[in-house]
């Protein structure tokens, strides 16, 4: 079936410790784009990309880094300079009007 | 830069009745495209509704219309005959642009909707 994958589901990130959230699509879309929801609010683009090898800041994208290497694949790190990374992540893909949502990463702090 | 208001945290609607769902916003750009999106309790995020900038007519998806007034720039979003399964939060979203795949797209805070039975 087409659609979106974020993995993992849960992620859990220690002190100082990068870690990268999976998004993959088969949509076939050139724009991919992250987001980052807050209990209760609405969501803040971190980073998004237009084509392969290409991507922008969003908002709010200190602490996170991308990589656009295949149309497929927008991978997001946060890394340990983001000092609240606890957050519900959100991964889109967009052929042109509207974006497809992937079912999200909730990423806690231990 | 672009800004998308929408002033109502949070909102009650009996069943069967219909709900207005606010939203304005800000961009200096004359092609531009609105959206909106419902997210229920499970977290994913549903589209309902779109608007090109350019568009004369409101935009209707069944129960959903949008009440689009480009001199105020307001999206407002109509639920007509209000389901209990239309308690979620709702996001107006905004895209500038010429509606490809190249555009940046913003969300707003979002309104909790409660629908009551």
């Known amino acids: 079936d087409g659609g979106i994958t974020q993995s993992p589901k849960y992620l859990f990130r220690k002190e100082g410790q990068n870690v990268t959230l999976s998004c993959e699509q088969n949509l076939n879309h050139d724009a991919m784009y992250w987001y980052r929801q807050d209990p209760g609010q609405g969501l803040r683009l971190i980073y998004y990309?237009?084509?392969?090898?290409?991507?922008q800041k969003g908002d709010i994208a200190e602490g996170y880094s991308v990589s656009r290497e295949k149309k497929e694949s927008f991978p997001l790190t946060v890394t340990s300079a983001q000092k609240n990374p606890t957050a519900f992540y959100l991964c889109?893909?967009?052929?042109?009007?509207?974006?497809?949502f992937g079912s999200g990463t909730q990423l806690s702090v231990l | 830069a672009q800004k998308i208001t929408q002033t109502q945290p949070g909102m009650f609607v009996q069943e069967k009745e219909a709900v207005t769902l606010d939203c304005t916003y800000d961009?200096?750009?004359?092609?531009?495209?609105l959206f909106w999106y419902k997210q229920p309790s499970s977290g994913e995020m549903i589209f309902l509704i779109y608007q090109g900038s350019y568009d004369e007519q409101n935009a209707t998806e069944g129960r959903y219309s949008l009440n689009f007034q480009k001199a105020r720039k307001s999206a407002n979003l109509v639920i007509s005959a209000s389901q209990l399964g239309d308690s979620a939060m709702y996001f107006c979203a905004m895209r500038e642009g010429r509606g490809t795949s190249y555009d940046k797209v913003i969300f707003g805070p979002g309104t909790s909707l409660s629908v009551i039975p």
């Open positions: 889109a893909s967009s052929p042109g009007q509207g974006l497809f």
């Open positions: 990309s237009q084509i392969v090898n290409d991507f």
């Open positions: 961009t200096s750009d004359q092609s531009y495209g």
